[in-house]
């Protein structure tokens, strides 16, 4: 019965760790920034009706609808890097990290110098289909990426910004 109760309560402490109701921002920044849901209204919102998520052989994982979010960039420059000059941003790249520790990576330029940057988004918000229990309230996806899946992160815990050696 000890052991029973053991497996339960790790169980929950699992499932309650996968949760994602707040990110941080952290890296070669002046200020880490930790921010959650309520933070995330101060920035204008887009809303997408559903999208398919193909995985890396371009095969349907599943599907999103009622996406509501707000773009990855708006949130990033309100952030103050730390750099000598704009000319050295084009050394940073972008760490997007899930709370079961999966990561996508992004450049400077692809977020704030490609069409790219005006559609990845910060998920507030969504409905998966079929229903499952996603890691957390908190996602972020590149829906002009060909295979979503690939940087569809699902409980975003973190944003790492850093700079090439």
């Not at 309520?38 to 204008?44: A, D, I, Q, T, W």
């Not at 910060?122 to 690939?150: C, M, Q």
């Amino acid at each position: 019965m000890r052991y029973i109760t053991l497996i339960i309560l790790l169980f929950s402490l699992t499932v309650h760790a996968q949760e994602s109701k707040q990110f941080t921002i952290e890296g070669k920044i002046k200020n880490p920034t930790t921010l959650n849901l309520s933070n995330l209204k101060e920035f204008k919102s887009l809303s997408l009706d559903s999208m398919v998520v193909f995985n890396h052989v371009m095969q349907r994982k599943s599907s999103i609808k009622n996406i509501k979010g707000v773009l990855l960039k708006d949130v990033l420059s309100k952030i103050d890097i730390e750099t000598a000059s704009p000319k050295v941003l084009s050394e940073y790249y972008i760490v997007c990290t899930a709370t079961d520790n999966y990561k996508v990576v992004f450049s400077w330029n692809e977020l704030f110098n490609s069409e790219t940057g005006k559609h990845v988004m910060i998920l507030t918000a969504f409905d998966a289909n079929p229903v499952k229990n996603e890691k957390g309230n908190i996602a972020l996806i590149s829906p002009t990426d060909e295979a979503t899946g690939r940087r569809f992160v699902k409980g975003l815990s973190k944003i790492s910004i850093l700079q090439v050696n």
